[in-house]
């Protein structure tokens, strides 16, 4: 490299550098990068499945709007459901939700997070995509959509590839909601859940 070259290359190293902090500070980023670190954290505890839901629990409280989610999952049957039905089922989402990352994020082999620091944006929502780097398979790509909820970005979907996870979820809810509506669907979420956990 010529010393004539130096400026321009370190004017382009700095504004590199500046476009990549900016992208990092980007506050979904932010708490997708946070949800990374508690998952991995997980991962390398070695604890037991209750003991990682325990821990892993105020996380996902905070990064996830599981209200809304809950809501998308259902569907057009949530109207229908007395608000008692409405709590009861966000609660069993929420239960579940914490024991599918509890269950799936169990043991750690030197994996790692990459997050994406190119943030896209869809209308009123932040699309963050993050990686999964496994030492002996491919990487897993995690997309995750976020909206504002109050002053908090939020998320509100997760997509494995181009598959939504909610949009998974809401035909498997359809069948128990056909059958037997809230009650059916809530027993449906804790058994779940408890195979999850047991």
């Keep these: ?27 979904g980023a932010t708490k ?6 508690a998952l991995l954290d997980s991962m390398k505890s070695g604890a037991s ?5 325990r821990r892993l629990a105020p996380v996902i409280d905070r990064t996830f709007n599981l209200t809304a989610m809950t809501q998308f999952a259902v569907g057009p049957a949530w109207s229908s459901f007395t608000p008692a039905q409405q709590q009861a089922t966000v609660a069993a989402f929420t239960k ?13 082999s030197g994996e790692h997070f990459e997050l994406d ?3 896209a944006t869809r209308g009123p929502d932040k699309i963050v995509t993050t990686h999964l780097i496994r030492t002996h398979d491919a990487p897993v790509a995690l997309i995750y959509r976020m909206r504002l909820a109050g002053d ?12 939504s996870q909610l949009t998974t979820r809401r035909s498997d809810f359809a069948a128990s909601i056909a059958a037997g509506g809230a009650p059916a669907l809530i ?5 779940l859940s408890d195979k999850l956990m047991s």
């Design 117 to 119: 620091p190119n943030v």
């Design 187 to 191: 027993a449906h979420l804790n058994a």
């Design 96 to 108: 579940l939700t914490i024991a599918s990352y509890a269950h799936n994020f169990s043991g750690f």
């Design 152 to 163: 908090s970005w939020k998320v509100i979907d997760i997509f494995y590839g181009a598959i």
């Design 32 to 37: 997708v990068e946070s949800f990374d670190a």
């Design 49 to 53: 499945t209750a003991e990682r839901y």
């Design 1 to 27: 490299m010529t010393l004539k070259r130096l400026p321009l290359m370190l004017s382009l190293a700095i504004a590199l550098m500046g476009g990549a902090a900016h992208a990092a500070s980007d506050p």
